[in-house]
């Protein structure tokens, strides 16, 4: 049986676009199981990003646009919200970052657009569809940083880049410790039961959750839960409503609106958790990046997996 969709979605060019700028708000993307990694400072002149270009860190931005939210947010959390001048649609997570214009998408996103704000910093998010802008953006003299921010272990690399970039260099170190230092101590708490198997939402058309290489993997297993389609190396892998019928995950995880349509969709019926009242509600606003909330992510999930800890 394939599965069908629980609601309409955008189809065609409009979908992957939408597909991509929910890749970067939840962060759904290639990588590795994470290691909590210490802050770092940047000691090299010169930061090479991971498209390969380069900027010197003799450069002190003071017209920033941020097309990234992690970006975005470290930027508010270094307390350097009046440098922004431009954020995606998809950074409207508190009234500061609502209050930054908004200049569209953060994949390949509108350089005029962005050129508008006079940025002398850009920040993409490093994927090759943004090669481009990043290449427009240089040419037309503004300085541009693309990082993929995939990871929980990325945090400390760009933060530290970011902080330079603003002229307080070695300043970020209070900011990603706090964060990892609440991961870790969530991590060393002990589930009060067997943990918890999880499936995790993503799409419904067609059906998608988390693999092994995706962020909110490492946040589940953070949480103390366990991802059941952990197996799986791609980061959002396409699945079956069989399949995860035949792994029987405890709870389903996921968004208000999926949530709803899932308990309301015959389909989704074939899997013991939806049939029995399983499906637990996840804030994306919160859990949808590997950035300065992840400690606050971690928690909610923790909580939605365990509520007898908060009995």
């Known amino acids: 049986m394939r599965p ?16 991509a700028g929910f890749a970067i708000a939840t962060a759904v993307a290639a990588g590795f199981v994470i290691a909590c990694a210490p802050a770092k400072d940047v000691h ?12 010197p860190m003799a450069l002190v931005a003071q017209r920033i ?34 209050a930054i214009p908004d200049v569209g998408d953060g994949m390949m996103p509108n350089v005029e657009a962005v050129l508008g704000q006079r940025p002398d910093l850009v920040v993409l998010y490093a994927t090759e569809s943004n090669r481009a802008a990043a290449t427009q953006l240089r040419r037309a003299g503004v300085a541009t940083l693309s990082y993929r921010t995939d990871h929980v272990a990325d945090l400390p690399r760009v933060a530290a880049v970011l902080a330079a970039a603003i002229g307080r260099r070695g300043e970020s170190g209070a900011v990603v410790d706090s964060v990892f230092d609440r991961l ?24 998608m959750t988390i693999g092994k290489g995706s962020y909110l993997s490492e946040l589940l297993v953070i949480a103390g839960g366990d991802n059941v389609f952990a197996d799986l ?9 069989e399949e995860i019928a035949k792994r029987d995950p405890d709870v389903i995880l996921a968004g208000p609106t999926s949530a709803r349509a899932i308990a309301q969709h015959e389909g989704w019926r074939a899997i013991r958790a939806v049939r029995e009242g399983r499906i637990l509600i996840i804030d994306t606003m919160i859990v949808g990046r590997p950035g300065v ?17 908060t009995r």
């Open 4 to 19: 069908r969709p629980v609601h309409p979605r955008p189809r065609g060019r409009a979908a992957r676009r939408v597909v």
């Open 44 to 55: 090299d002149d010169v930061a090479r990003d991971d498209l390969g270009d380069t900027i």
């Open 65 to 98: 646009v941020s097309l990234n939210p992690v970006t975005t947010e470290l930027l508010l959390a270094l307390g350097e919200g009046r440098r922004l001048v431009g954020r995606t649609h998809w950074d409207a997570f508190s009234d500061q970052a609502r």
């Open 184 to 207: 870790d101590s969530l991590r060393a708490v002990p589930v009060p039961t067997a943990r918890v198997r999880a499936f995790w939402h993503v799409w419904d058309s067609p059906v």
């Open 233 to 241: 190396e791609a980061p959002s892998p396409q699945v079956s409503l």
């Open 293 to 309: 909330r992840m400690g606050e992510a971690a928690q909610h999930l923790r909580a939605l997996l365990y509520p007898e800890e």
